[in-house]
């Protein structure tokens, strides 16, 4: 079973309109990242929330973490085409020592 | 800085062939990992290394084994190449172990076993 999982699978949007997609965990984290990853490339590195943050912003990007509910949600803002990727959430693994990635996001940006 | 580099970027196997899947980086980082893509399953991981001479398995090890005797160099052996292990296969680096730090991926290798 995923400790993160993304939601929604897919998202396709215009451009100009903001992204919103969401992560949910199982058990308590001590940090939560996000990851791009477009196609045919390895993933990059967007932000890392600690668990005693609420929210973390960096240019379009804005993350949000609440721990009573388990979950993260990241925003793009004034989405572009190049936006276009797949999104992944990371989060530890029950031993804290290393870290799962969740199935993924596909966001489509439409020009 | 070439960051984290893979080779080869595309290798068609056949089954029970054997080949390795080099990876290398150039920051100095003490943690490589390798990680199998699957559609619709994330990032597993295959196996990992906290410094040179230092290797552990991660969530699916069976059928690969590696090695890390230098800092830069960690590369990952498929022993009997199965149709089970055609997937795209992630090398990443970073300064330490867990969510602290921020992974570096390399581009790549998707490995097709008929």
């Known amino acids: 079973s995923q400790q993160g999982e993304e939601d929604p699978q897919a998202l396709s949007i215009q451009e100009g309109e903001n992204a919103t997609m969401n992560c949910s965990y199982k058990?308590?984290?001590?940090?939560l990242q996000w990851y791009r990853q477009n196609s045919g490339r390895g993933l990059v590195h967007l932000i890392l929330i600690r668990s005693n943050e609420r929210e973390k912003h960096s240019g379009r990007l804005r993350v949000t973490l609440d721990t009573s509910k388990k979950s993260s949600s990241l925003l793009i803002t004034a989405s572009r085409a190049a936006d276009t990727a797949s999104y992944f959430c990371a989060t530890d693994a029950p031993a804290y020592d290393k870290v799962i990635f969740g199935p993924g996001t596909s966001l489509s940006v439409i020009p | 800085n070439a960051g984290v580099t893979q080779t080869p970027k595309f290798q068609v196997l056949k089954t029970g062939q054997s080949m390795t899947l080099q990876c290398a980086q150039d920051?100095?980082?003490?943690?490589m990992s390798w990680y199998r893509q699957d559609p619709g399953m994330g990032l597993r991981l295959i196996h990992y290394s906290v410094g040179a001479g230092i290797t552990d398995q991660g969530e699916v090890p069976n059928g690969y084994n590696v090695s890390r005797s230098t800092t830069e160099d960690f590369p990952l052996r498929l022993l009997s190449a199965a149709p089970s292990q055609t997937s795209v296969y992630f090398c990443?680096?970073?300064w330490g172990r867990g969510s602290s730090y921020e992974q570096y991926f390399g581009p790549g290798t998707r490995l097709t076993v008929t």
């Open positions: 990443a680096s970073s």
């Open positions: 058990t308590s984290i001590n940090n």
């Open positions: 920051m100095n980082h003490e943690y």
